[in-house]
């Protein structure tokens, strides 16, 4: 996109301060290297503790009948599941990625407003800890699944008005960062990146965080509405006061659709600078996948009640929602279309951070595909509240979002750190992780299909065999993750041992300023812009 | 760092970690409270305090960097840029409410009444229900309290009484707060403090009309939070924005307080510019509530 001359760091310690000493370094920092190295750490974390939750599902599920836990038990670690992977690890994690790598795209001395990034980190631990101390409440955790539909969350026991502040402190901590990173990318771009210079990533993060400023406050009010409805008498989604429950369905939609593309925008954006490098060839397409991300934000406002064909919606609204979903699968195609025409004749290598990046496009499309057919509203009512579902949306999700956040960790470590990590162990946790999560979601279409209902402990007997073999993988993609967290940990105290250059990855500073930056990158990152020239690319 | 022209980076920040403690004990302890826990009280104390002496610290700070001009033109704008969609987030919050009584008045309530989707309903559970606004739906909630015992009956809230002066005390505010900008970018101090004194003063005259209103609501109409959903929607909608306009006043306070110590030069107020636009969109929210709550 654009390469530069650069000429940073040589004045880098006049009377400049590098980081504080200690433990108080991480709790006060503005810096937006270490913020970012806390969300995406903070994500690690809640990834792995998610994950347990998950393998509690999993382990249940194994063979018809209760085995281990109590339905309720079961039903809140569905609904926590969800919970801590969407609000604990995967946004975190986006943000993340934002926090470190934004400001070194743009040739930014850091993000625009760093004391609010700091309070919105602290405020995600503030949400998640509050939301994670409702399972050892009387009652237990929330388990009317992570919708939070009413009127069966309302017989949430104590738990309920702390899940709720929980939402809410999410939702400012998001609405923080998501302010800062506008602010950033319109406020402090280097002289001559323009807007169309600026690489996916950013773009993607751009968009992405309207997108969460626009509809972090609707769940706040559909929350808030909830919390009234039990403690203040108030009956907005109860029918006796003339409120009605479907209402805080189309509430929560209007928020829930945009959020699923609050999570795979960012993924878009990493796919499309990682896919570049590897393939040797600049991004096809690069205006289109602007116009398509745009597009698929806008479209995402429209098209909520998808989640709700069998609701009982006039006939209309059947029609115009489905006709409408399905417009979103034009400009995910023109993605798609554009990552491979990317690969196409290009000398490609097969890294870690591209073999992750690979599977995604393949195994993001299956997602696609099954959205798509979701989108028929007369097939939904086959598929609706089934394993189908559930087997959409973890293709979308977990091989598409975590892959991609997989692969930018290996992509962007030796950045980081300075280190490089260990290829053999990375190309292990790939084959692994991409041949497991295929056993653990795939089943589960023909369990969907074949009627077995989404969030239930126990089973009729006939989905036993593809339950047991989804279990499996389930537990084989989770140990496979412990890979991962070695890798991490082993990179940042040296990896290999390699010295990484610059641009770690063969020409990789034709494609964006991040590797004209020493690795690892100093503390301060462009204390005085960098000259922005745009290549021959394009 | 603070170099001239150079991007303004704090190495530290205390407050916002505090702030965030603050907030978490305020919020944890308001749970515990409905939670019926005796300990959720002593909490809300504790956190509400420390939350406002940290928001008073992180603000003086604020304050006095940008007044011994540590904040280059570019800072200014970040900040303005930040106001600007935090506002935008306010926007979505109230449409939210606006939306749920779009919803109700126009697609729920006559379903209830058995239009469309809603006949066989209708005919199965509540025969006799009439489906007019205003309502407390088929359930006939709340009302006012007839023998000790609550009747179903409540009055809605006319516009053309407090409603309306509150409407001409905003719509004025709005006018002084733009001559004390006036006042400030002419470089008229006393016009600056005069129109912010009017403009606070109207603010808290405006919250000083809603809570008459609301205790007549509660008193005599029969009118609760617990009146089915017009109650539960003019509660919501008018309570958030009271709350929202006592924020702003106390903004406009702060942005008063320091104008009269001296505080803010022509090309350097963003305190004030943020304040003011603040106000304006409770202003506007205000219009959109008295037409679509009030008027409708
Ligand atoms: C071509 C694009 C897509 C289409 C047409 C599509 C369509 C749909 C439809 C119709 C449903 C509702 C199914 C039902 O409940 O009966 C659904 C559910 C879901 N989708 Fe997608 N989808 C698409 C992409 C995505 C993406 C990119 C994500 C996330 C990254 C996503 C995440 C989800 C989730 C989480 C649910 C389930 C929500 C729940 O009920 O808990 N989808 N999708
Ligand atoms: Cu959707």
């Excluded at chain 1, 940990?489 to 494609?511: F, L, M, N, P, Y």
């Amino acid at each position: 996109m654009s390469a530069v001359v650069a000429e940073h760091d040589d004045h880098h310690d006049d009377h400049d301060h590098g980081p504080q000493k200690g433990l108080l370094r991480w709790i006060i920092t503005t810096n937006h290297k270490d913020i970012g190295t806390l969300y995406l750490l903070f994500a690690l974390a809640m990834f792995f503790i998610g994950g347990i939750m998950a393998l509690v599902i999993r382990a249940e599920l194994f063979e018809p009948g209760l085995q281990f836990v109590e339905p309720q038990f079961f039903n809140s670690m569905t609904t926590m599941h969800a919970l801590v992977m969407v609000f604990g690890a995967v946004m975190p994690a986006f943000v993340g990625l934002a926090n470190w790598m934004i400001p070194m795209m743009i040739g930014a001395p850091d993000m625009a407003l760093p004391r609010m990034n700091n309070m919105s980190f602290w405020l995600l631990v503030a949400g998640v800890l509050l939301l994670a101390s409702t399972l050892f409440m009387e009652g237990g955790a929330p388990a009317a699944g992570w919708t939070l539909y009413p009127p069966l969350v309302l017989q949430t026991g104590k738990a309920l008005p702390f899940a709720i502040f929980s939402v809410h402190l999410l939702g400012i901590s998001s609405i923080m960062g998501a302010i800062n990173i506008i602010a950033t990318i319109f406020n402090m771009r280097a002289p001559g990146m323009t807007l169309m210079k600026m690489p996916l990533f950013v773009w993607t993060w751009l968009i992405t965080a309207f997108l969460l400023i626009a509809v972090m406050p609707v769940f706040a009010g559909a929350v808030t509405m909830l919390l009234t409805d039990r403690f203040f008498e108030t009956s907005f989604f109860d029918a006796a006061g003339g409120g009605d429950p479907v209402l805080y369905q189309h509430i929560f939609w209007f928020f829930g659709h945009p959020e699923v593309y609050i999570m795979i925008l960012p993924t878009f954006g990493v796919a499309s600078t990682i896919i570049p490098v590897f393939a040797r060839k600049p991004l096809f397409g690069y205006s289109s996948m602007v116009y398509a991300t745009a597009s698929i934000a806008f479209l995402s406002f429209i098209v909520w009640a998808h989640h709700m064909f069998t609701v009982g919606m006039p006939i209309a609204g059947e029609l115009y929602f489905m006709y409408a979903t399905m417009l979103i699968a034009i400009p995910t195609g023109v993605k798609v279309f554009n990552w491979t025409a990317t690969m196409w004749k290009g000398s490609m290598t097969f890294e870690t951070p591209m073999l992750f990046a690979i599977a995604f496009v393949v195994l993001f499309t299956m997602g696609g595909f099954t959205g798509l057919m979701m989108s028929i509203a007369p097939s939904d009512f086959q598929y609706h509240d089934t394993y189908f579902i559930v087997a959409h949306f973890h293709y979308v999700l977990v091989p598409s979002s975590v892959f991609i956040l997989m692969a930018a960790g290996y992509f962007w470590l030796p950045k980081w750190t300075g280190h490089m990590y260990n290829e053999k162990i990375g190309q292990l946790h790939f084959w692994m992780s991409v041949i497991s999560v295929n056993i653990l979601f795939f089943p589960q279409h023909f369990l969907g299909l074949a009627g077995m209902p989404r969030r239930i402990p126990d089973y009729a007997i006939q989905f036993a065999d593809w339950n047991m073999v989804s279990s499996i993988g389930g537990f084989i993609f989770g140990v496979s993750q412990l890979l991962f967290l070695y890798i991490v940990i082993d990179t940042i105290r040296g990896g290999t041992g390699e010295k990484v250059s610059d641009e770690v990855w063969e020409d990789a500073h034709k494609h964006g300023l991040e590797w004209t930056l020493p690795s690892p990158a100093p503390y301060h990152t462009f204390t005085t812009p960098p000259d922005v020239i745009p290549t021959e690319h394009q | 760092m603070s170099t001239p022209g150079a991007y303004y980076i704090p190495s530290k920040a205390t407050w916002p970690v505090l702030a965030t403690a603050g907030l978490v004990i305020l919020l944890a302890g308001f749970a515990n409270y409905l939670n019926g826990a005796s300990i959720g009280p002593t909490m809300m104390i504790v956190g509400f305090v420390m939350f406002i002496l940290m928001l008073t610290g992180w603000f003086a700070l604020q304050a006095s960097e940008s007044e011994s001009g540590m904040y280059s033109a570019q800072v200014g704008i970040s900040f303005r840029m930040g106001m600007m969609w935090f506002i935008f987030s306010e926007v979505m919050f109230f449409a939210v409410f606006f939306g749920t009584l779009w919803y109700t008045r126009n697609l729920s309530v006559p379903w209830l009444g058995g239009e469309g989707i809603g006949a066989a309903t209708k005919e199965l559970l509540w025969p006799s229900f009439d489906a007019v606004w205003p309502t407390n739906g088929p359930g006939h909630l709340g009302g006012k309290i007839v023998d000790g015992k609550p009747s179903g009956e409540f009055e809605s809230m006319s516009a053309w009484g407090l409603p309306f002066l509150n409407t001409l005390i905003l719509l004025s505010s709005g006018v002084t707060v733009t001559w004390a900008h006036h006042g400030l970018l002419a470089q008229h101090r006393g016009q600056l403090i005069k129109g912010l004194i009017a403009t606070v003063a109207l603010g808290f005259l405006f919250v000083i009309c809603q809570a008459i209103e609301y205790h007549e609501a509660y008193t005599e109409m029969g009118l609760t939070l617990g009146s089915g959903i017009y109650g539960s929607t003019f509660f919501m909608l008018t309570g958030f924005h009271g709350f929202h306009v006592c924020v702003g006043a106390i903004i406009l306070s702060v942005v008063l307080f320091r104008s009269s110590i001296g505080h803010f030069k022509p090309e350097n107020h963003f305190a004030f510019e943020a304040a003011a636009w603040y106000w304006h969109f409770v202003d506007v929210v205000w219009l959109g509530l008295f037409i679509f709550v009030y008027i409708l």
